[in-house]
């Protein structure tokens, strides 16, 4: 039998990556997309209006595609923005065009950019039509092309990286002990999306879960702690997201596992999935 084959998008770097990475350990061929294709590409990954922050992070398509080769499986890098419908589109075709869809797709990629951590009165319109681009209407394209296979095939996976933003109330002000508005609704919609594709498609094999990623200690987010002398995040690494979305969708008691959101740090916990 041919191997079951994925799509994770923002999978240069963090939780994409290590996601992409433990599901080709599962035995899944994977695509992977994010802007960054090749290492040292600088983006402005400033999450406020009043700060710049030009850099090239750690990682890149073309080391996650070498790590899923590394281990035995196929990989698929393709250059996508989310924000970008007209880049989301042409990265799906190619998608379809090379493996004719997926088995299971990891709507994890965001928009990090002004609107992330700006107050209310400050919020550029622009960030958030980016956050609801990136987090629903990307995921809606990539998904409307997709899932007719899914369907005919009679089941299919969908897994949107969600997080408490879109649900809980903010502890303070956006820097603060909170988030933007911006970020809030994106988030929310992107949830949104896994609980309607639920509804709709659940009796026809479709498994739609929202998994809450809890906090991660990706690259991003250790180089600016330590640039701004803050303490250690105390979060998990990225790993420990990635070994619970490949326990649901490779494992055999995991494909049974279904609901509508997943907490991945409690769930790698309770089935051992990671050395904590």
């Given at each position: 039998m041919s191997a079951p084959t994925a799509l994770v998008t923002g999978a240069s770097r963090g939780i994409g990556k290590a996601i992409a990475v433990a599901l080709a350990a599962a035995g899944y061929d994977v695509a992977v997309s994010a802007r960054t294709v090749h290492p040292g590409e600088v983006r402005d990954y400033a999450d406020t209006v009043h700060a710049s922050n030009l850099r090239a992070l750690p990682g890149s398509?073309?080391?996650?595609?070498?790590?899923?080769?590394?281990?035995?499986?196929?990989?698929?890098?393709?250059?996508?923005?989310?924000?970008?419908?007209?880049?989301?589109?042409?990265?799906?075709?190619?998608?379809?065009?090379?493996?004719?869809?997926?088995?299971?797709?990891?709507?994890?990629?965001r928009y990090l950019g002004p609107g992330l951590m700006d107050v209310f009165m400050e919020v550029p319109f622009d960030g958030v039509?980016?956050?609801?681009?990136?987090?629903?209407?990307?995921?809606?394209?990539?998904?409307?092309?997709?899932?007719?296979?899914?369907l005919e095939r009679g089941r299919g996976h969908v897994i949107t990286i969600t997080s408490g933003a879109a649900y809980n109330v903010p502890g303070g002000p956006a820097g603060k002990g909170g988030w933007g508005l911006a970020y809030a609704a994106g988030k929310a919609a992107g949830h949104a999306m896994a609980l309607i594709l639920r509804a709709e498609y659940g009796a026809r094999g479709i498994r739609a879960i929202n998994v809450e990623p809890g906090n991660v200690a990706t690259e991003r987010k250790l180089i600016t702690?330590?640039?701004?002398?803050?303490?250690?995040?105390?979060?998990?690494?990225?790993?420990?997201?990635?070994?619970?979305?490949?326990?649901?969708?490779?494992?055999?008691?995991?494909?049974?596992?279904?609901?509508?959101?997943?907490?991945?740090?409690?769930?790698?916990?309770?089935?051992?999935?990671?050395?904590?």
């Open positions: 398509l073309d080391e996650t595609s070498a790590l899923i080769e590394a281990r035995g499986r196929r990989a698929l890098p393709i250059a996508m923005d989310l924000t970008d419908l007209a880049s989301v589109g042409a990265g799906t075709q190619r998608l379809m065009d090379s493996w004719g869809g997926v088995d299971a797709v990891v709507h994890n990629g039509r980016k956050m609801v681009d990136a987090h629903l209407l990307a995921p809606m394209v990539i998904t409307r092309a997709l899932l007719p296979g899914m702690l330590r640039e701004t002398g803050r303490a250690a995040p105390g979060g998990s690494p990225p790993e420990v997201v990635g070994a619970a979305v490949a326990w649901l969708l490779a494992d055999p008691e995991g494909l049974q596992y279904d609901a509508p959101a997943v907490d991945a740090q409690g769930l790698a916990k309770e089935r051992n999935l990671y050395d904590f």
